[in-house]
């Protein structure tokens, strides 16, 4: 009977382990989107496209097929406007899948444009999201988006 306990014991554990690092994983994708969309579309850092992008990354946005070009010369042009307008984003994540090095997500993306506490815009997509898990940690291959109503 206690070996039976300890085996119990010891499978409870396994288990709760295993939950417990499939979280820690499905946090990591909610920071890496959360993350990328500060960097790269509230900051317009080109140098977040290496940090949270494979080479090959795609954008499906709108109908239209953004490759790694065509995001630096969009962060490029935009960085050149000057704008007192920030754009606020925040994510309501529908479903996040993990097996092994690769990921899925499903989520709600909300953009708010500000200038000072009065939004001026207000942007709302449907997006699902591919991740690789790469040595330097997970990064985005691609991302299709969709305008929503909202």
């Known amino acids: 009977m206690k070996r039976i306990f300890q085996l119990l014991i010891m499978f409870i554990g396994i288990?709760?382990?295993?939950?417990?690092?499939?979280?820690?994983?499905?946090?990591?994708?909610?920071?890496?989107?959360?993350?990328?969309?500060q960097k790269i579309f509230s900051d317009l850092d080109p140098q977040?496209?290496?940090?949270?992008c494979t080479?090959?990354?795609?954008?499906?946005?709108?109908g239209e097929v953004w490759d790694m070009d065509k995001m630096r010369n969009y962060l490029d042009r935009a960085?050149?406007?000057?704008?007192?307008?920030?754009?606020?984003?925040?994510?309501?994540?529908?479903?996040i899948k993990i097996e092994g090095k690769m990921a899925w997500v499903a989520y709600h993306n909300k953009a708010e444009f500000?200038?000072?506490?009065?939004?001026?815009?207000?942007?709302?997509?449907?997006?699902?999201a591919t991740a690789i898990l790469t040595?330097?940690?997970?990064?985005?291959?691609?991302?299709?988006s969709t305008i929503a109503e909202e």
């Open 114 to 128: 500000k200038s000072g506490e009065k939004v001026v815009r207000e942007l709302n997509w449907l997006e699902s």
């Open 135 to 144: 040595e330097e940690g997970w990064k985005l291959q691609l991302l299709h």
């Open 79 to 95: 960085s050149k406007q000057k704008s007192e307008v920030i754009r606020f984003n925040s994510f309501d994540f529908i479903e």
């Open 55 to 62: 080479q090959d990354f795609l954008l499906l946005e709108t």
């Open 15 to 37: 288990t709760a382990m295993s939950q417990n690092s499939e979280m820690k994983k499905e946090d990591q994708i909610k920071e890496l989107i959360s993350n990328s969309f």
């Open 48 to 52: 977040a496209l290496d940090t949270y």
